[in-house]
């Protein structure tokens, strides 16, 4: 699903219902008291049952007669909804529980990118490699700060996959990008951590050459690489810990779990 647009009251509103659930502020099988919550946030019921509408379609909640509007089970939410992914990683509440997400999206880049760069280096044109060759290069620019270096990465792996010419591969950019961008903040924040650059053009310079087994190979070589960035701040003690949002959520009797 395309994310929504964060703005506004409508957005604001989305954004705080779904880091408390996601939080466990409003816990799974909770009933929404919405006279409440519209008190509290301060927004019309309108807005507030607009809002419940992008959570439904992302399957976080639902509604139904004589019940209301409710929280589904973990395992009925659309995990890999980009917005999801991306409210998992700003709302972890500890450093070990980011690590987890973390190494969650590791082992699903492992078996996405590896196959999607063997098929880059088949079907790739001239425009993928003039938009990888640009990533590259805004990769390797001196003087950027991290969050340059993370939209650059972020052009790179968008490139590699636009570059498979398959459009369910291309949408994967969706549930890799905002883990990657999370992973990406943190890295490149970091005092130590390895010089990305001849890792990727490695990648390119394969797909260039139009030869899968060494783009595979060099693919499995910057996961690697990623990894032990990771594993060395671990090691370190530094990354991202963020406190979790109070949630100002309080129990009513039309808010229990059922």
Known sequence: MTPYARRGVHGQTVEVLARRILGGGIPEGATLDLVALQSELDVSLTALRESLKVLAAKGMVDARQRRGTFVRPRAEWNLLDADVLRWQFEGASTAESDRALLHNLAEVRAIIEPAAVRLAAQRRTDADLAALDGALDAMGEEGGDAAHAVEADLA???ALLAATHNELLE?????????????DRIVHSAPHSEDPVPAHRAVLDAVRDKDPQAAEAAMRALLDQAGRDLDRLGESGEGSETDSEETGFEETEGSRSQ
């Open 156 to 158: 790179f792996h968008r």
């Open 171 to 183: 949408r994967m950019e969706m549930v890799i990008e905002s883990g990657l961008a999370h992973r």
